[in-house]
């Protein structure tokens, strides 16, 4: 039985392609409840209950809001992660020339975040860090996954904009960052995003030919 009518369905279409990712904010702080009500999404993604077991404590989110103290801490670490990034795509495109006009944009974006980080990181509205607790198999990075698009859906809904900084997840050995976060090194993955308002309107999405891109078998 479908609980949820066509007028349900259609705005979870509108939803789903009114998404995008913002990478400029306004100043003004979104509210705790329109944060917790985000958080409440992540909350809500599916996890690997067979990789976790019973415990009910594998996920975790971190709230730096504008003004956080810890904010130039975590933009130093960023800096770190994005040049350990930038060394690992540098080792692999080692003898692969062809793949360097590919990766060009990518790793012109980490050689200028390994250097300066998130030089306006100060101003972000609202930095929220998510932890997924490692188990086996190692399925965490998709639970991630879920727990980052149910948020971005409703940052969306909320008219939130939203701007992943998935560089976060290669801080998971720093003491520095385990400090901050209060988690124990090694037994959490991390991802993050920065949520706040849009400076300026988003582009519409362009249009994909469904058709070239579906295999019926």
């Known amino acids: 039985m479908n609980n949820f009518s066509e007028s349900d369905i259609g705005v979870l279409d509108r939803i789903i392609e009114t998404r995008r990712s913002v990478r400029s904010f306004k100043g003004e702080v979104p509210s705790d409840s329109m944060i917790k009500a985000i958080i409440h999404a992540g909350v809500c993604a599916p996890y690997a209950a067979i990789a976790i077991g019973d415990t009910m404590d ?26 350990v990034n930038l060394d690992h795509l540098e080792k692999e495109m080692q003898g692969k020339s062809a793949l360097r006009g590919k990766t060009a944009k990518y790793t012109q974006m980490l050689d200028t975040v390994s250097q300066i980080g998130f030089p306006k990181i100060a101003e972000i509205p609202c930095f929220i860090i998510v932890a997924e607790r490692k188990g086996i198999p190692s399925v965490e990075k998709q639970s991630l996954a879920h727990v980052m698009q149910n948020m971005w859906l409703k940052a969306t809904v909320l008219g939130l904009g939203f701007q992943l900084v998935s560089v976060i997840e290669n801080l998971v050995e720093t003491q520095e960052f385990a400090k901050i976060t209060n988690l124990p090194i090694g037994e959490f993955a991390f991802n993050g995003c920065f949520i706040g308002y849009a400076a300026q309107e988003q582009a519409p999405r362009k249009a994909i030919a469904e058709d070239r891109v579906i295999t019926w078998l």
Do not use: P
Request: hydrophobic share 50%.
């Open 58 to 83: 594998f996920r975790r989110f971190i709230v730096f809001r504008k003004g956080s103290e810890d904010l130039s801490l975590m933009n130093q670490m960023i800096k770190a992660a994005a040049k």
